[in-house]
């Protein structure tokens, strides 16, 4: 797609940010940004660190584009929080195993902080509830085995196999999912993008 028939830029490497864009109508080239996704300390609140990470994710997308073909660029961050503690990405096995025998059979948070930057900067939140049944060892393992937890925050996929561990869920699925399309919209709207004439 050529950058002027798109309405965004996606600061994103996310297969599941590109796939949900595309569900909403919204037409978007993507761009790749490295940005440091280390935590401040223990003090920084899941909330601020989400938005945080997508305002810095659309700031150094805008960089990029900001001189050229200047289009708003749409930045998200997921994470998993069980009180003040936030499981992104498995960094191994063992890490995946420990962070589903932590959300086995309890309630988690899901938090993406979605960020639009052109001259402007605006952000949102999406915040979503999800409560697990109980999960065995075994099946844990198995499910590691599938591949699937492999680069997901907190270890699986609501949008896979994982929803079969999903007893209930309250928010937004495409919040969990990675890209919360309600807030996307939001942002659209308020920098006066139009994405409906597609539909
Ligand atoms: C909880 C959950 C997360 N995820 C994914 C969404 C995100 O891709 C990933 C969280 O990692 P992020 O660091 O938010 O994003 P990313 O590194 O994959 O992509 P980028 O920074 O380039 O935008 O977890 C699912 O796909 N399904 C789920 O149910």
Redesign the pocket.
Known sequence: MQADQADIYLA???P??SALLGQAGIAFRQLQVDVD?SRRSDEESPEVYVLRLALE?ARAGWQQVAGSAPLPVLG???V?AVDDVLY??PRDRADAIAMLEELSGATHR?LTGVALVDDREATRLSYSSVTFRELTRQEIERYWDSGEPV????A????GR?AVFIEHLEGSYSG???LPLFEVADLMEEFDIDFRHRW
């Open positions: 994103s490497n996310s599941r940010r996704e994710k998200a961050d997921t998993v992104g990405k899901v680069d997901k925050a907190g699986y996929a609501i949008q994982g969990v999912m990675g």
